[in-house]
C-alpha cells in the first residue's frame, strides 16, 4: 500500500471485492512488461472490483484477444505491446504499452480509441500511481442520453456485477440502441467487447499520439 492507493481507495473505491489471488505464472509472464508497482498491488489485493463493481483490476492474459481485436486494422497495431490493466462497469477499458505506459484508453460502447502521447521519462513506477489516484468515479461512469450516471441505477437495478461481467448496451449503440437505464443488461465481459470489436468502424481520436508513438518519442 502507498499513499497514492490509499487515496484512490479514499475516493469511494474501498473496500475491494470479488478478489481473486494472482498466481506465480501470471506475475512471471507480466514482469518486465508491467511496473513493479502495479505487481505490487496485484500481490496486495489481487486482480479486484473497486467502487462496488465501477472499476475492476483485471487479469490481463483474459483480455489479449480483446485487445488484438480492438487495435486490429488500425494505426496503433504493432506500433506497442499493449494490456488491459483495469476495466469500467460499462466496459471502458484503460491499456498499458510496454514502450509508452498508460497511453491508451478504449470506449467500446462508441467504437472510440483514446491514444495518449507518452510522458517519454520512463518512471513508470510513478505513472501507474498517478493513474489511480487520479481515477474518479465520474470518469469510469457512463451517461444517458441525458448526460445523468447511469452505475448506481444500474447497480440498484440489476445488482451487482461478478468479476467477468460488465453492465452492456442491448441493442448496441452502434446498431442503434440508446443511451437508456433500461436498456443495459448483464453481459459476459470479453464476450462482449469482442462483439463491440466488430460493430462498425472504429474511432481514433488523438492523431498527434500516435504521431509520437510511430516517431519513437517513447523510452523503453
Known sequence: MDEDFEYFL?????????????????????????????LGYWQAFGFCGYGEGLLWVVDPEEFEDVVEAWLEDTPLAGLDNYHVIARSAFGKLFLW????????EILSNYGMLFPT??????????????FFSAES??????????????FERALKRLGRLEPDELYGFEPALAL???????????????????????????????????????EGRITP
Open 117 to 130: 502521447p507518452p510522458r517519454g521519462d520512463g518512471l513508470f513506477d510513478l505513472e501507474i500511481r498517478v
Open 10 to 38: 479514499s475516493k469511494g473505491f474501498a473496500p475491494a471485492f470479488g478478489c481473486r489471488p494472482v498466481t506465480k505464472e501470471t506475475f512471471n509472464k507480466y514482469r518486465g512488461k508491467l511496473p513493479d508497482r502495479l
Open 176 to 214: 442503434g440502441g440508446v443511451e437508456r437505464l433500461e436498456n443495459l443488461a448483464k453481459v459476459k465481459a470479453v464476450e462482449h467487447l469482442l462483439i463491440l470489436a466488430q460493430l462498425g468502424e472504429k474511432e481514433i481520436r488523438e492523431n498527434e499520439a500516435i504521431k509520437a508513438l510511430k
Open 97 to 104: 504499452g510496454k514502450k509508452g505506459g498508460q497511453t491508451l
Open 137 to 150: 468515479k465520474d470518469d469510469c461512469d457512463f451517461y444517458d442520453s441525458n448526460d445523468k450516471p447511469l
